[in-house]
């Protein structure tokens, strides 16, 4: 009888533990990833905003153009950045969006990867909101 009630305690534990675990991986995969600027942690790049991540950007400004697969952005200092994106790319509003959401002259905030070219492929574009206001 002893042997029964430690065999069902360990059963148990190993059912709760795996649920625990299972229920947090599941919770990862409902909101969307943000990478780099949002932590308030980490270095700043040279528009002042700060990077988190070494290797991730935060581009912040006025969409110029879009093609298929990227985006030009116009930033505060006048210059502007060429963003590319993918399927994989949220992009956000106040709902999820999708590329036909990225339209001529909406405030963007794109976050993503600097690659070698100075470009940056987006992990997440936010579209809609005046960003232009939070520094």
């Given amino acids: 009888m002893k042997k029964n009630n430690i065999i ?17 991986q599941y919770q990862k995969t409902k909101y969307p990833k ?16 700060r990077n988190g991540n070494v290797g991730m950007s935060q581009v912040r400004g006025t969409l110029l153009n879009k093609d298929e697969n990227s985006i030009t952005v116009k930033l505060q200092d006048s210059s502007s950045k060429i963003v590319l994106f993918t399927d994989s790319t ?33 992990e997440n574009i936010q579209v809609g909101f005046n960003i232009m206001r939070n520094n």
């Avoid at 069902?8 to 947090?24: H, L, R, W």
């Avoid at 956000?92 to 590329?99: A, I, P």
């Fill in 8 to 24: 069902f305690i360990v059963v148990s534990i190993i059912v709760v533990a795996g649920s625990f675990f299972g229920g947090i």
């Fill in 34 to 49: 943000f990478s780099g600027g949002l932590s308030g942690m980490g270095e700043r790049n040279q528009m002042g905003q």
């Fill in 90 to 122: 949220l992009i956000n509003k106040t709902e999820k969006g999708t590329k036909d959401d990225l339209k001529e002259g909406e405030e963007i905030s794109v976050f993503g990867k600097t690659n070698s070219d100075g470009s940056v492929t987006a």
